[in-house]
């Protein structure tokens, strides 16, 4: 009967939104509605029941803490600390093993990664070394001339 009257037939699946896309049953947008109501009020629930169970932990533990806290706090200071000096020995050992590692490979005249960025270097301070002996000799020369002119 809409046909008689020249309006065009459209089904929910078909109706656009105003973007230019397809516009999605309410029946969908119900169902997502109610997934995400149900999703955050049990999430929701979750959190009140985990922060009730905490501040009654911490009720029922906090007097054993006050208690023991002379021991705990102690152990809890050594076991830091033996954790991080097995934790920085370990490190330090890698960084030994690594340096002597590309040593052992410098010397063999293997390339190892920066041997040419260390030749250049070793040039710079070979060159400077050299120019500083020359500025000493000429001051020493001068000194000297200095001395017996007067």
Known sequence: ??????QPQHTQHQLLNPAGGQQQPRSHQMVK????VTAGG?????SGLTLAATVIALTVV???LVIFSPVIVPAVITIFMLFSGFLASGGFGVAAISVLSWIYRYVTGKRPPGADQLEHAR????????????????????HV????QT
Do not use: I, N, V
């Open 62 to 64: 906090t007097p054993l």
């Open 33 to 36: 509605a109610a997934t995400a």
């Open 1 to 6: 009967m809409a046909d008689y009257y020249g």
């Open 145 to 148: 001339t200095g001395t017996q």
């Open 123 to 142: 040039h710079k301070l070979a060159t400077k070394a050299g120019e500083m002996k020359d500025r000493a000799q000429e001051f020493g020369q001068q």
């Open 42 to 46: 049990s999430l929701l629930l979750l």
